[in-house]
């Protein structure tokens, strides 16, 4: 059975990647990689990669789920590049320029190994396929989003092969289909800045969306709706901005919400379940000192980075591995309440403490 651990990291950890059996992490900062060995209670450094060989800012890192030597990261001044995983290394295989500016994210296809998109602050998204020489800033196809809109997020889904979904800092979801890159299939207006989306691992058709408005919705993307329009499933609100959001594996309306927000003692790693907004399923932040970054590891643990510190002079991350039994309920410390008022006014109220009282 899993437990919760962790582990000090001698930089200020920024991305996670996960290999498929969950058993190998990356950890990167702004230009420092560390590779691990997850055991059954402890996590193994295998190798750390010389920053010099690092020639951008990491923004993003991947982890193909299907080749699992392959890894990709993306940064500051366009850059992307490809490194391979063996046993007790990470090396630096090339590097690429794709964009003219800031690449934010990349994501792995999901059933083509070699196969990945990344999009940029530049509007645009490349499909790219590691198996071509990639001469030039050559690329398979270009997706633009109008008017040059910032790409925040992409995400391939599961599901359907040939889709992809890419959310903007105007606040715009877009619908892809891979072999048609001259207009996007469909747009949805949301009205904020979307931070993170994340596609649902058994329904296909159900996209969740994250911004700085601190709301999570989930689109049924087969419903009619315009661009003005969305149709949502599921939302609910936060109590900070979101910067990042995982759906539970095997849980079906459970979602991992990680929260950016500045304030220093507002809680920052929930699970949600949807069809109880009001209240968070579980708190990471009894074993969790301020999480800035997760991954689901299975359905009953996560990884986790925390915000770095400055310790005797040197900034230190710690990395987690959290199991849920370890979590917070926080609807066991609320109190059950119930109010009822009568047709003169009156008011009566009962609590599971205290006895009924009329106002």
């Given amino acids: 059975m899993s437990k919760t651990f962790s582990h000090l990291v001698n930089f200020n950890v920024q991305s996670l990647a996960l290999n498929k059996d969950g058993n190998r992490l990356i950890a990167a900062g702004t230009s420092d990689w560390e590779l691990f060995t997850i055991e059954e209670d402890r996590f193994v450094s295998n190798f750390i990669l010389n920053p010099r060989l690092v020639n951008h800012r990491?923004?993003?890192?991947?982890?193909?789920?299907?080749?699992?030597?392959?890894?990709a990261s993306c940064g500051s001044n366009g850059v992307l590049q490809k490194l391979i995983v063996t046993q007790s290394e990470l090396k630096l295989e090339n590097t690429y320029r794709f964009h003219d500016l800031t690449v934010s994210k990349l994501h792995f296809h999901p059933t083509e190994p070699n196969l990945l998109i990344s999009g940029g602050q530049d509007g645009n998204i490349?499909?790219?396929?590691?198996?071509?020489?990639?001469?030039?800033?050559?690329?398979?196809?270009?997706?633009?989003?109008?008017?040059?809109?910032?790409?925040?997020?992409?995400?391939?889904?599961?599901?359907l092969s040939n889709q992809f979904a890419s959310g903007s800092e105007s606040g715009v979801i877009y619908m892809w289909d891979k072999r048609k890159y001259?207009?996007?299939e469909k747009r949805y207006k949301l009205s904020r800045n979307i931070s993170h989306i994340e596609w649902h691992p058994e329904e296909k058709n159900w996209l969740a969306v994250s911004?700085?408005?601190?709301?999570?919705?989930?689109?049924?993307v087969s419903l009619f709706m315009t661009l003005e329009r969305p149709h949502y499933r599921f939302?609910?609100?936060n109590p900070e901005s979101v910067s990042n959001i995982r759906w539970r594996p095997n849980r079906k309306t459970q979602i991992g919400a990680c929260m950016s927000g500045s304030n220093f003692h507002l809680k920052y790693l929930y699970v949600w379940d949807l069809t109880r907004p009001y209240?968070?399923?579980?708190?990471?932040?009894?074993?969790?000192?301020?999480?800035?970054?997760?991954?689901?590891?299975?359905?009953?643990?996560?990884?986790?980075?925390a915000k770095a510190e400055l310790v005797n002079g040197n900034v230190q991350s710690t990395i987690y591995n959290a199991v849920m039994c370890d979590t917070l309920k926080p609807a066991d410390y609320m109190t059950v309440v119930s109010v009822e008022m009568d047709r003169n006014g009156s008011l009566a109220f009962l609590?599971?403490?205290?006895?009924?009282?009329?106002?």
């Fill in 58 to 71: 990491i923004v993003d890192i991947g982890w193909s789920r299907l080749d699992q030597r392959l890894v």
């Fill in 126 to 159: 490349k499909l790219i396929d590691f198996r071509v020489p990639l001469l030039n800033g050559e690329v398979l196809s270009t997706f633009k989003h109008s008017h040059e809109d910032k790409v925040t997020d992409l995400q391939f889904n599961p599901h």
């Fill in 182 to 184: 001259t207009e996007p």
């Fill in 211 to 220: 911004g700085v408005d601190r709301l999570i919705s989930v689109l049924d």
């Fill in 235 to 237: 939302s609910l609100t």
């Fill in 279 to 305: 209240v968070p399923y579980a708190s990471f932040d009894s074993v969790i000192n301020k999480a800035n970054n997760f991954l689901w590891r299975s359905t009953d643990s996560i990884i986790a980075s």
């Fill in 351 to 359: 609590s599971i403490s205290t006895e009924t009282t009329v106002i």
